[in-house]
């Protein structure tokens, strides 16, 4: 969708913080999977319609080092941790959120990228016309539940992608 398609109706969701970092710590190439997704929710309950999900992986600690955020290997080839396919498919298609985000610079986690040749998991958000933020951080201070995220960024006509500021309200 194209951002002037979204009003500022479409700039406040519930968070929910979906926690990796430890499994990213063992993984670099981890990809969040749908129990993941479900363990959370049994500790806090389904993710509200029109939610933004966040991926914390703890990866935005690489950064300003775009190096280190890619994890180049000698060939140039990423190793990032990041979203699945099936979990999108869940956040989106069984739980109606309306937004996701991650600290990666990439939707897909970079094996699973490389083994389809494609941006997959990137292509099925952008085509479902939702919202994703990457380059995310601080969400290692964010309460997994309960938080409200604030969206902002330029309304330019015609642009599929723009710099966001992006807040929580935590407790």
Sequence with gaps: AMSEAYGVDQLVFPLCVVDVSGKVKEDVHY???VQDIQDYEAQYGPIPDG???ALRTDWSKRWPDMNALSNFD???GEHTPGWSMEALKYIYETRSAAANGHESIDTDASAL???AGDLACERYVLSQGKLQVELLCNLDQ???????VLVSYPRIS???GLPARVWAVTK
Excluded at 142 to 148: E, I, R, T
């Design 31 to 33: 990809a969040v999977t």
């Design 51 to 53: 939610a933004f999900v």
């Design 74 to 76: 000698s060939e140039g």
């Design 113 to 115: 990228a490389a083994a």
């Design 142 to 148: 964010v309460a997994p539940a309960g938080a409200v």
């Design 158 to 160: 015609g642009a599929t």
